[in-house]
């Protein structure tokens, strides 16, 4: 690793270590000093045992020292508990790929039942079941590959049978292969055992048989269907345990690019070269310069932003009503967005701002005169088109964001509101009774939207829940079901004051929704949001109060890089529960 | 019949198996079945039939006093062929579900098998989410009675993945508290994993066989050396991982008590499942395998779910093109009457479902005789959510342990209970089941 890709993590690297020990590990495979060394195994309830500093690690970051929150937070050193994760659908096809070399047509994956989801998230691990219907479908898809694998058999290998004889052979690809299925080098023991397998199956079989019962059997192991970590336990630590570096590899790999590491990654760890919290910064931020990276941060956003839905048949509108949502537009307000949200995220600038206020979008023909603005000269091609000043900014006044959080008929106050409270404040409103009747007010002549929307209020019940998410809402009535402007609604003037009653910090009345994303993009409570929505995601969990260390870490690293949500996902590698397996209570 | 001589040499393991699916010879082996056939007891069995969006409860319920069964109400007409085999029920409350704060759909798909209120997961536009909470009756009565049979439960879906993906909303059956089971929406699939026959030689099926014995064995003991390193949380998924393995491999050996109806169904499946259009192919195909894949005693236990809770469907098929959910919200005149037209149409599919299974069971007695087909909907009317008078409907006697041609009247009676009834119908001797909060024992009458 050169000086030069080193530096930019520099910059952002919380020192959460004191490089105590990092040289002396150089070059010792599962033995390096892991970040956050000072760290030491805690009493029951966190705190440090007797004799064990407590966690004082932490450098700062860039020159911006760690707030005193956090110096205070992680005095007691603690994450949430980290269940064991099982390769999701999308890790799975990733993964195959990567080791096997097959192609998507012959991949498995999307034919296992689809991941259930927490938070919008498919990666949850506390739902990942393995139902019957999984495991059959990992039997099936293991003897599928391996029968595919074998028909390359001199590259499957790495060898010659011809050459070496069939038994070295064996025995080096069991090494091989099972290192990087397993995702760690086997220890001597297992490969004894998994020779004898294959031993037993060549003198009834043959060769070939034999390495495909090999293949068949290693895909159905738990070693690689879920991410085992066992972590390097040491003494007198019971709760919070240092991952091998091997398993930090994987962390790193499948939060990057929900695939397997590649042979770099898998050097580094062999090397001990992830020993420290830099290291593992500049492989973060190595691996997000591919273009495997693109498909996860992709992956993230449709899930957070609720994007999905824009390509979900149970999506329809009322043509009637609104005639220009063809197929063909469809298909262009997803481009726009997906466009737009690379170029975010992959682009100069990627900040919570940008995301929320840029004053450009990516357009063809068509968008472009549906958001009433100029450049593009074909619908084949999308370009960065300027948005109509005071009328669009940011993904929220999107159409493909607008046309998902609408009804079919009409706009949805509530399904906008509430998606600001929860997506982008991370406030989850009050559950309405389960007897109540959801059914949304119905289009009437003579009613704009927000009067109808606005009978909620005038019910003493309804109006407690609703009026944190009701005004919100009505500050996107410029925009009807589909995203087209509107001055009127139904004949009379929309009025989009929209308000924010909760939290203190952004309370207060505003005009319309680009008003809105301004006041969104320097709010307090979305700038602490948006750190907790990754979290989730990168370790397929809920946020629990175990994680204050953690979550404290990120907010000051998104603070420090001027909220950019790009260095926030090598900021999630810098955490103590990314880099710790804790095994204190259960899911 | 020489045919029947010829093949009866065959040791019964070698045919009626296979890696991945049952290997059915054509014409059906008759050599294969119990000789005493007539003489055996019924082989009970479990269905539960799920429809979206609740009912229009004026024209489900029965108004005449309970007894045998008179005129039926508008909605159950279609199941007029079948009215000696039928059983109406009200009165039966999703009693946890009522006292389940949350979304309406959500809740009852939840708590719909489960007889619990669901785990609280978040809160949303329309009411709070969860995951079911606990083991679904399905699975309950699978773990009692499908031992020995290739599959212990089965689950047919009809798109039930199209309106809201893989949620809560989408399932109904659970192994356990969290654990959702997908259904197979794919017909081609569920015929390929049921009856397909691979390897053409006994010998080849042996080998097979051997090999995935060989696999079991080696993965078997990389699960326990993996088990002993990690925490208690994860010990149990790994174990239950390993279960599901096991039993998947140990069943595919096990031959069931085929009937004589039992043959490889011929069908033909559409290009694409999941287009809206095939909705009712799909649902056919699905009844068809279910009823075979029972004659043939595959299993014991199957759901068969049409779409999800809060369902999207649009029943065009059926002269109704407005989307279910929505439909289900309305109260004007005119979308009562196209709801109802919905609601037939399911209970002209429970009927043919009926009727499928009038295939002979190994005892001589038809399927449906030795079942229970169960049918209700997660929420009992589509603008109240209500899960008071849930609308359940059973078909079949469960081999003479219920009587048929019944209107059954209960007052506040639970859900819960009425799996108790069921079970003891399927000869499990339950008196509780879900949360014991809900469970008093079984249904006055309803058995026996």
Partial sequence: ??????????????????????????????????????????????????????????????????????????????????????????????????????????????????????HGFDNAASVQTPSQALVSGYGDAARDLAAIAILTMPKLLGCDTAATGEEPCAKSFIASFGRRAYRRPLVQAEQDRIFTFYAGQRAKYGFTAAIEQLVTAMLQSPNFIYRVEVGTPTAGQTDMIKLTQHEVASRISYLVWESMPDPTLFTAADRGELATSQQVAAQAERMLGSTKAKATVAHFNNEWLHLEAIDDPALTKDTRVYPAFTPAMRGFMKTETSKFLEDVMFGASPTLSTLLTADYTFANLRLASFYKTTGPTTDAAFVKTPLPAGKRAGLLTQASFLTVNAKEDQSSPIARGVFILEQMMCTEPPAPPNDVNVIPPTVQPGTTTRQRFEMHAANPCAAACHMLFDPIGFSFENYDGIGTWRDRDNGFPVNPVGEVKIPEEMAGKYNGAVELATKLSTSETVRACVPKQWFRFAQGRSETAADACSLSILGDLFKGTGYNMKKLIVALTQTPAFLYKTTGGTP | MKRTVTLARLPRRTVLRGAGGIAISLPFLEAMLPRMASAAPAVKRFVFFYFSNGVNPTVWHPTAAPGPIGTLPETLSPLEPLKDKLVILSGVNMQSARENPGNGHNVGMTNILTGRKFLFETNTEFGAKGWGAGITIDQEIASRIGAGTPYGSLQFGVQTLRSYGANAYSYISYSGPSKPIPCEDSPQKMFTKLFTTIGSGSGDAQARLDKRKSVLDFVAEDFRQVNAKVGAGDKAKLDAHLTALRDIESRLSFVGQAGPACTKPVLTFPRDHNTSSAFPAVGKLQMDMLAMAFACDLTRVATLQWSSGQSGTTHSWAGVNEAHHGLSHKTDAASVILLQKVQQWYMTQLAYLGGAMALKDSNGASVLDNSVVLASSEIGVGPTHTFLNMPYVMLGGAGGAIKTNRFLKYTNATHNDLFVSIMNAMGIPATSFGDPKYSRGPLAGLVG
Avoid: H, W
Avoid at chain 1, 55 to 72: A, I, K, L, Y
Avoid at chain 1, 99 to 113: A, C, H, K, M, R
């Fill in chain 1, 1 to 118: 690793m050169t000086e030069d890709t080193m530096s930019p993590s520099r910059t952002l690297t919380l020192l959460l270590v004191v490089l105590r020990g990092a040289a002396a590990c150089s070059g010792s495979i599962e033995t390096g000093m892991m970040p956050g060394d000072e760290m030491k195994g805690t009493g029951g309830d966190g705190s440090p045992l007797p004799g064990e500093k407590p966690f004082d690690g932490f450098g700062g970051m860039g020159g911006v020292p760690p707030s005193p929150m956090t110096v205070d937070l992680c005095k007691k050193q603690s994450a949430g508990f980290s269940p064991m994760r099982r390769l999701t659908r999308l890790e799975y096809t990733n993964t195959i790929r990567e080791l096997l070399g097959v192609t998507d047509v012959q991949n498995p994956g999307p034919s296992f039942p689809p991941d259930a989801q927490v």
